[in-house]
Each structure stands twice: as structure tokens, then as C-alpha cells.
């Protein structure tokens, strides 16, 4: 429900519209997905995102504000999106 995403921390009217279009419609679906999938698969559907969207994917699961994470944690997750988008592609070619 849209109710449910919008009372997660980090996100608003937009964000949750993109999670909408991509097929999650509650918290459940988004720590299902997990953050770097929803960003990976917003990112693919030609929205310029930044990478604040990860983290803030990423910390409505943790129920903190985006701002809290720490820097390597920040890297984690850009590694994992970097990663995740790499397999993909060579995915698509094979």
C-alpha cells in the first residue's frame, strides 16, 4: 500500500511512485527486492537517479535516515548496485 511506503523514512511522493512503478507496493515487497535491485531496476527504466536513492532505499529497511549511514557502508552499496548492473548487462548480451 502506498501508505506503508510513504511512512517508511527517506521517502516521499516521487520515490514512492517509482517503487510503485516497478512492482513494490508495501515495505514487504522492497525488503523482498532489496534496495539495490529497486534502484537498479528505477535506474534501468531511464530515471537519472542519484545514488541517495540507493541509500535511501537502503535505510527505510533500517528505519534511519539516509544521512546516517557511514561512508563505507555508502561504498558497499554502490559497489553492490555497480556489480549487480554489471552482471546484468552481460546477462543481456549472452
Do not use: F, P
Not at 515495505?27 to 532489496?34: I, T, V
Not at 528505477?42 to 540507493?54: D, E, P, T
Request: charged residues 25%; aromatic residues 6%; proline residues 0%.
Amino acid at each position: 500500500m502506498q501508505n506503508d511506503l510513504m511512512a517508511l523514512k527517506n521517502l516521499g511522493n516521487t520515490s514512492v511512485n517509482w517503487l510503485l512503478a516497478i512492482g513494490i507496493h508495501s515495505r514487504d515487497d522492497l525488503a523482498r527486492m532489496g534496495a539495490v535491485e529497486a534502484y537498479n531496476r528505477i535506474r534501468q527504466r531511464g530515471i537519472k537517479v542519484s545514488k541517495v536513492l540507493l541509500y535511501s532505499l537502503h535505510c527505510a529497511l533500517l528505519d534511519l535516515y539516509w544521512t546516517e549511514l557511514d561512508d563505507l557502508e555508502k561504498l558497499k552499496l554502490l559497489d553492490a548496485a555497480d556489480r549487480a548492473e554489471a552482471i546484468a548487462d552481460i546477462a543481456n548480451i549472452a
